[in-house]
């Protein structure tokens, strides 16, 4: 079975701090992906990754980074965490070339006060 | 307007009903096709995927795609209590240039199966 893991489920964090949101896979996939997940809103890609050290904006990336300097590994990053930051993180990793579909891991609940 | 519109629902049905959830989607481009249920405070499990136009049936799901009209169904017969959730239509292109492998999502539909 293919296991993306979300390394915090629940994190609450202070406006201003740098926080780091970390997801592994054991599937040996090229893609990976961070979504944010908002009530109304669905799921709005922030980044994606197709292959180690490389790395593209989604649809909302400001205020994000990302690293991915291993294949199995893959962070997001908030420089610096704002209040309208607060939502449902989630990783996911697909195979290139395969049915397209994405795996997702357990998701993390941020909160910034 | 919206490349993958879904009724967000909430949709409640009585235990034993056929439901039957919908998504439209605008770019003919899209080749692939999949359906995502997400319990309360986890992330979506693929549900149902389906290859260009047809239908595709797992048990007591049938998913079904008319590229024709630009349009996807997935159908529950005898719906469970466990299947409440809520259900996301995905699709995706083919993986030219830059896509690889990004999904467009719908918003998602609220099911709530009572007994």
């Known amino acids: 079975d293919v296991k993306v893991t979300q390394s915090s489920r629940y994190l609450v964090k202070r406006t201003g701090e740098k926080v780091f949101l970390e997801c592994v896979q054991d599937?040996?996939?090229?893609?990976m992906f961070w979504y944010r997940q908002d009530p109304g809103l669905g799921l709005r890609l922030i980044y994606f990754?197709?292959?180690?050290?490389?790395?593209e904006k989604g649809d909302i990336p400001e205020g994000y980074s990302v690293s991915r300097e291993k294949k199995e590994r893959f962070s997001l990053i908030l420089e610096s965490a704002s209040t309208n930051q607060t939502s449902m993180y989630l990783c996911a990793s697909s195979f290139t070339g395969g049915g397209r579909w994405q795996y997702f891991g357990p998701g993390t609940r941020l909160t910034v006060t | 307007q919206k490349e993958v519109e879904q009724d967000p629902g909430p949709l409640s049905v009585p235990e034993g009903a056929i439901v039957s959830l919908n998504c439209t989607y605008s770019n003919s481009a899209f080749q692939y096709f999949m359906w995502y249920r997400q319990y309360s405070r986890k992330g979506p499990e693929l549900l149902m995927y389906t290859y260009s136009s047809g239908n595709k049936e797992d048990g007591r799901f049938t998913a079904q795609v008319d590229k024709s009209s630009k349009y996807i169904s997935l159908f529950i017969r005898d719906s469970q209590p466990s299947d409440s959730a809520t259900y996301l239509c995905?699709?995706?292109?083919?993986?030219?240039?830059?896509?690889?492998?990004?999904?467009?999502f719908g918003q998602g539909t609220i099911l709530t199966v009572h007994p």
């Open positions: 599937m040996d996939h090229e893609n």
């Open positions: 995905a699709m995706s292109g083919n993986a030219g240039g830059t896509s690889y492998g990004k999904l467009t």
């Open positions: 990754s197709y292959d180690v050290k490389m790395k």
